[in-house]
């Protein structure tokens, strides 16, 4: 597609159920990131992949968080046992570059999680 | 600890003004440095970015200034418009590296 695509837009899920967020990069970007977005913050780094490989997934705030991107393309962010502390925007960015510093990250419309 | 910090929450400019955005930094390996544009329920999109070789780049009504000594850069808009209106983030990137660390975003109004 044109851009980053992200699945579901919006989220309700109730405290302790599963979440599965899906990420469509740029068709042939190398870099996947996820990002966590709080109300009143700035996106703050979750994980990356490069191609298949998950290179750094320091940025996941616990076991129950895990990603996948299994073909190098399409990524899924899971959530288990959400908690309210989860409620966020969560948003995957795509890049043409496999060494960072050297352009710029393509948003998508990022994924709002709501945890009642 | 913030790395990346954009002190001021909030800005309102008259149309047809400048506004001026500002971000510090505090890692000093930075060496990349982006600003993002973000519209309520859309991802950040792309704005302008700058390398550390450089203390100004300019696209049309933005430019980006890199002040290394203080670690500070700056976006200014000339002239604002309304459709200006929107959050700004910076980011900052250590090239080599992956991470982009983002500042909190300073939102911007421009008054007709």
């Known amino acids: 597609g044109a851009g980053v695509s992200q699945s579901p837009r919006y989220k309700v899920a109730k405290r302790g159920q599963d979440v599965a967020l899906r990420c469509d990069p740029i068709?042939?970007?190398?870099?996947l990131f996820w990002y966590q977005q709080a109300l009143g913050q700035g996106p703050e780094f979750l994980t990356y992949f490069q191609n298949e490989a998950q290179l750094d997934k320091s940025g996941l705030p616990s076991d129950r968080f895990f990603a996948e991107r299994p073909e190098g393309s399409v990524s899924t962010l899971k959530i288990q046992r959400t908690q309210q502390e989860d409620s966020a925007v969560y948003l995957c960015?795509?890049?043409?570059?496999?060494?960072?510093?050297?352009?710029?990250?393509?948003f998508g419309e990022g994924s709002r999680l709501t945890v009642l | 600890d913030q790395q990346v910090k954009q002190n001021s929450p909030s800005l309102s400019v008259q149309e047809g003004r400048i506004s001026i955005l500002n971000c510090d930094y505090t890692n000093s390996m930075f060496d990349y440095f982006l600003w993002y544009k973000k519209y309520p329920a859309e991802g950040p999109t792309f704005l302008i970015s700058?390398?550390?070789?450089?203390d100004k780049n300019e696209d049309g009504r933005f430019t980006v200034f890199l002040n290394k000594s203080a670690k500070h850069l700056s976006l200014h808009i000339v002239p604002s418009q309304p459709g200006d209106s929107a959050v700004y983030f910076c980011a900052a990137t250590d090239s080599g590296t992956y991470k982009y660390i983002f500042g909190t975003g300073t939102r911007l109004k421009v008054l007709a």
């Open positions: 960015a795509s890049s043409s570059y496999a060494v960072q510093g050297a352009g710029e990250l393509f």
């Open positions: 700058i390398s550390s070789i450089k």
């Open positions: 068709s042939g970007h190398v870099s």
